[in-house]
């Protein structure tokens, strides 16, 4: 499933997948910047043809913004017009979002729900995560416990900025998604970017893997690749050398200093030893 | 090798249970789930039950390495497991291996071997007789004694009062409110259900305001040969604070560096101070080395700084900055630490003398990045640093001492 979608995917992380879908838990993906931990969501969203609803965190994320809010605005009015007769609690007064929605009945089966780099939420919308997450609900005061019919498909993710507790974590099925190696890397980069030659495909995942060992402030990451090879086949290069590289590695590096190592000489030399282990396999 | 299908529950149990003693928290909901798990997957394939395990149980990325080895060692010999249930024999013999172990692959071999680890080398604790209780006038006395002058009765007693020692940190805006009588902005929310109660009039209209929160406190204490006679001390204060966290800070992450970085933040959990300076004293082996200051905040910029300063931190750097080489690293790695950080606090023991001038090179490159520099060598010094946070340092000694620079 995972594969047909363009998302490959190593024997372990399906296996996972295979998990969470059987005993509805939620994966807890954990890993450097991207190494592909949202796109494992919009994958199975996609493959599995369910709705994805994705909840981006930050700090003082809270229930208003992920759960639900009340249309102030309207139970004003009608409380003004209705004398107290209507419950001005009513559900055509709520305003959903996306942890509700996700507890919500969907016409293609329970969706997806993504809460992107829960790393960016405080301690306090965690503690609250443990209630939707164990048992699927979510309370609204002045409703009651909304729970979910069929527990929607849950994916977290972090990108390790900070801790995330382990009471939450023990919830969740963890996985920690590492960098690629060069046969796995060459596989994403041939289903992504078909388009890339595939010389230029062996030079650049080459470059790249060599690149990971240097010591940087922050090393790629395959979507810094799959970047990499569009600019690349955007600007027509055949074959990378120290020129092409200097111009597009705005593309791979994001941080002055690692530009200013690696253009300062280090381009170069990674190169040359590609070329060598190139002849030396010949 | 495989164990029969009626006895791998048992086994699991027991792996969670040799897994325990590698130091990899398990609980028994986890294990639980775990035998749930592993019935879904199917026991048929080695690489499938190994992610079913380890997708169960481990919930922290340090832990994966010894999750990895216990699991390598455990489900290739069952011997290991005989061995673990009855106890009988004391040494085990591990299968031969080439290499030289990897840390993880040793803790996890000990783990196996015996029941709780082997007892580590203990430095013998000095065995003071002395008072618990020091009454005020002793400890009057010390505050303005230079850590390095006391004895070993006195320096007990400063311990002791660096324990009640409390730092005021500015608070910042947070993202959450509360109410506020005072406040601008209405709490629709709170103001309609009032407004029900009163049959539909806002009478009262309720204010929120965010509320204050607290900023994160990070350690990085320098342990080299020139600073001994504090780094200890320093130790404590930093113990006593990681204590008291969620008082006036949120979280405290410590750091020490001599020659090399090392993250005392877990060991500064434990409770009771003396067990916590000893688990710190055999985790990290550069105390009284060199120093190397550029290139240990440089690891730490790199490998803990976007981790621990992702949410809005006070740094205190303890050290006496006397760096010999790597001048112009150390000149780019304190801009890098300071650009990353609410306040940059420089606690420099050698302000203890009156005449101190920024003389030595290391001294001049980090003083500019700083946003303070106040003295840390007696408890009148670190009783200043905690009450002067957040209305401000008197003793503050950067804008006297960049006046030298010039």
Redesign the interface.
């Known amino acids: 499933m995972l594969a047909s979608e363009g998302y490959v995917a190593d ?2 992380l399906a ?2 997948t ?2 969470s879908l ?2 509805n ?1 939620p994966i807890f993906l ?1 890993g450097e910047a991207g190494v592909g931990k949202t796109e494992l969501a919009k994958v199975i969203a996609k493959g599995l043809g369910r709705d994805l609803i994705r909840l981006q965190c930050y ?2 994320l ?1 229930t208003a913004t992920s759960v639900y809010e ?1 249309n ?1 605005a309207a ?2 009015l009608a ?2 017009d209705g ?2 007769g209507e419950d ?1 609690y009513d559900e055509k007064y709520l305003i959903k979002r996306a942890l509700l929605q996700a507890v919500e009945p969907h016409a293609s089966g329970p969706p997806v729900l993504l809460i992107d780099e829960i ?1 960016r939420a ?1 301690a ?1 919308f965690e503690a609250f995560l443990l209630e939707a997450l164990s048992d699927f609900q979510v309370t609204v005061p002045e409703l009651g416990v909304i729970k979910a019919q069929e527990p929607p498909i849950v994916i977290l993710t972090s990108n ?4 995330v507790h ?1 009471a939450l ?2 919830r969740c ?4 998604v590492d960098f690629p190696d060069f046969d796995r890397e060459m596989e994403i980069l041939t289903a992504r970017v078909p388009e890339a030659k595939q010389a230029l495909s062996l030079e650049l995942v080459a470059f790249i893997q060599k690149l990971r060992k240097e ?3 922050k090393r790629p990451g395959l979507a810094e690749t799959l970047d990499w090879a569009k600019c690349l086949v955007a600007l027509d290069v055949v074959a990378l050398s120290p020129d092409v590289i200097t111009d597009t590695i705005g593309a791979v590096l994001k941080y002055q ?1 690692d530009i200013a190592k690696i253009t300062g000489g280090a381009a170069a030399r990674i190169l040359e030893q590609i070329k060598q282990d190139m002849q030396a396999l010949q | 090798m495989t164990p029969t299908a009626g006895t791998l529950p048992d086994n699991i149990v027991y792996f969670a249970r040799a897994l325990r003693r590698a130091g990899v928290p398990v609980g028994t909901a986890q294990i639980l789930e775990a035998l749930r798990a592993v019935q879904a997957v199917g026991f048929t394939n080695r690489i499938d039950f190994h992610t079913t395990l380890r997708a169960m149980i481990v919930t922290r990325a340090e832990h994966l390495q010894v999750f990895d080895q216990v699991f390598s060692m455990f489900w290739r010999d069952p011997e290991f497991l005989e061995n673990m249930i009855t106890n009988l024999l004391p040494v085990i013999t591990v299968p031969p291996v080439d290499r030289p172990l990897k840390p993880a692959q040793s803790r996890a071999a000990e783990a196996m071997a015996d029941g709780g680890g082997k007892p580590r080398q203990m430095p013998e604790q000095e065995q003071l007789d002395i008072d618990a209780q020091f009454s005020h006038s002793n400890v009057e006395k010390l505050t303005q004694k230079d850590f390095d002058a006391m004895t070993a009765a006195e320096i007990r007693a400063a311990e002791t009062a660096i324990r009640t020692m409390w730092l005021n940190l500015p608070k910042f805006r947070g993202r959450r409110y509360g109410l506020a009588p005072n406040a601008v902005q209405i709490d629709r929310r709170i103001a309609l259900q009032r407004a029900r109660r009163s049959g539909g009039e806002m009478i009262h209209l309720p204010k929120r305001r965010a509320k204050p929160r607290s900023l994160n406190l990070v350690v990085l204490s320098d342990i080299s040969g020139s600073m001994t006679s504090y780094s200890r001390m320093m130790m404590h204060f930093v113990h006593s604070m990681a204590q008291a966290q969620g008082q006036s800070w949120a979280a405290v992450h410590g750091f020490t560096f001599g020659t090399r970085l090392h993250n005392i933040s877990p060991l500064l959990t434990l409770r009771d101070p003396d067990a916590a300076l000893r688990a710190i004293g055999t985790h990290v082996c550069d105390w009284e080395g060199g120093t190397r200051i550029a290139s240990s905040l440089g690891s730490f910029n790199r490998h803990w700084a976007r981790r621990v300063l992702s949410t809005p931190s006070v740094v205190l750097l303890i050290t006496d900055g006397l760096e010999r080489d790597g001048i112009v690293q150390l000149e780019a790695e304190m801009a890098r630490l300071a650009l990353q950080t609410r306040e940059l606090i420089w606690l420099n023991p050698l302000l203890r003398w009156d005449q101190f001038s920024p003389q030595a090179a290391g001294i001049r490159t980090m003083l500019p990045h700083v946003s303070s520099f106040v003295a840390c060598h007696n408890l009148d010094s670190l009783q200043e640093l905690s009450d002067g946070l957040r209305t401000g340092l008197r003793a503050d000694h950067k804008n006297r001492l960049m006046g030298l620079l010039k």
């Open positions: 024997r372990s296996t996972l295979y998990l059987t005993l838990r954990e700090e003082g809270d009340w102030f139970q004003m409380m003004r004398a107290g001005i790393d405080d306090p390790r900025t900070r801790e382990d974590k023990r099925l963890y996985h920690w010591d940087m402030f200093d």
